[in-house]
């Protein structure tokens, strides 16, 4: 019984190169969410999709970050152009389609490191 | 105000005894709230959801939750070493179709040998 799944669980990249993160969901949760931890702080909301659709992405910069949850395939969060300020650990949680589908389960997490 | 809030703690206790943490919120009709347990370099780990006022019991944990004075809290009975890691509060956002999840910066738990 997989939990959600995501990868990569490292990723460096350098000053303006594109990062993307990809996440597949618990069996049977058709509810992707993505979430940010910077160094010392909390985590934070960013996006939550339902398949090709984006339902809340109120959490999320306004440039260079985008998310999909395409029909087949993982949720993939993209970050254009990153900078030093991207470090963080992203990590993405699902969620079943049923009663209290707030109930969000996470996965390991990508850890970015953008030099 | 913060959305929700927590001690950073550390909250140090010794092994046996039982652990208290606490969080409040500030919006009012908040209605689902829950505790995540984060060990260092991990990611969160769901251990209890609560929905209405009172207790729930779940093993050696128990979730209190007070809407009238917008506080939930989490009991730790017979702490153990295994216990010490950092403890998120997280309430279900308002308004709209959204179940975003906002988040506490977390109490963190030293249980002491």
């Known amino acids: 019984n997989a939990g959600v799944m995501q990868n990569p669980r490292h990723l460096v990249r350098r000053r303006g190169q594109e990062a993307r993160l990809r996440c597949s969901p618990m069996?049977?949760?058709?509810?992707v969410y993505w979430y940010r931890q910077l160094p010392e702080e909390g985590l934070k909301f960013m996006v939550y999709?339902?398949?090709?659709?984006?339902?809340?992405e109120s959490g999320m910069p306004k440039e260079r970050f985008s998310a999909e949850f395409p029909k087949e395939g993982p949720s993939i969060l993209r970050i254009q152009q990153v900078v030093r300020g991207d470090s963080a650990a992203y990590f993405c949680?699902?969620?079943?389609?049923?009663?209290?589908?707030?109930?969000?389960?996470f996965g390991p997490g990508t850890r970015l490191l953008v030099l | 105000q913060k959305e929700v809030e927590q001690n950073s703690g550390p909250l140090s206790v010794p092994e046996g005894a039982i652990a208290s943490l606490n969080c409040t919120y500030s919006?009012?009709?908040?209605?689902?709230f829950f505790w995540y347990r984060q060990y260092s370099g991990k990611s969160p780990e769901l251990i209890m959801s609560?929905?209405?006022?009172g207790d729930k019991e779940d093993g050696r944990f128990t979730a209190q939750l007070n809407k009238a004075s917008q506080y939930v809290s989490l009991l730790i009975r017979d702490s153990q070493p295994s216990d010490s890691a950092t403890y998120l509060c997280?309430?279900?956002?308002?308004?709209?179709?959204?179940?975003?999840?906002?988040f506490g910066t977390g109490t963190l738990l030293a249980v002491q040998p």
């Open positions: 949680a699902s969620s079943p389609q049923s009663n209290q589908p707030e109930t969000q389960y």
């Open positions: 069996k049977g949760h058709s509810h």
């Open positions: 999709l339902q398949k090709e659709n984006i339902i809340d």
């Open positions: 919006d009012r009709v908040s209605q689902s």
């Open positions: 609560i929905y209405s006022n």
């Open positions: 997280a309430v279900k956002g308002y308004g709209g179709a959204t179940n975003k999840l906002i």
